[in-house]
């Protein structure tokens, strides 16, 4: 069965920073592509950043420049670095494969950014 667990969110101020981390079970990690997505209350999941089995990344452009995704194969995890957060990140983060599949989506982890 296929699982992925994502931590690390929490109550942040705008300007500060988080790491999350999302360890996946069930899977040949290493083979795929990964992703993390976000979902505002009332707004579709999107897209914030990607790696591929290589360690190629790609970023949504309101991130670009202030996240950092990375995978550890070895401890099948894939990480977020979030700086220079926004009032706008706040978000609930998931991490899927990428393109992503329906039923691996996890609980995620909330991100609040706020004074």
């Known amino acids: 069965q296929v699982q992925f667990v994502e931590s690390g969110g929490g109550l942040v101020q705008p300007g500060g920073s988080l790491r999350l981390s999302c360890a996946a079970s069930?899977?040949?990690?290493?083979?795929?592509?990964m992703g993390w997505y976000r979902q505002d209350p009332g707004k579709q999941r999107e897209l914030v950043a990607s790696?591929?089995?290589?360690?190629?990344?790609n970023y949504a452009d309101s991130v670009k420049d202030r996240f950092t995704i990375s995978r550890d194969n070895a401890k099948n995890t894939v990480y977020l670095q979030m700086n220079s957060l926004k009032p706008e990140d706040t978000a609930v983060y998931y991490c899927?494969?990428?393109?992503?599949?329906?039923?691996?989506w996890g609980q995620g982890t909330q991100v609040t950014v706020s004074s």
């Open positions: 790696i591929t089995t290589g360690g190629s990344t």
């Open positions: 069930g899977i040949i990690f290493r083979l795929y592509a």
């Open positions: 899927n494969t990428y393109p992503n599949i329906r039923a691996y």
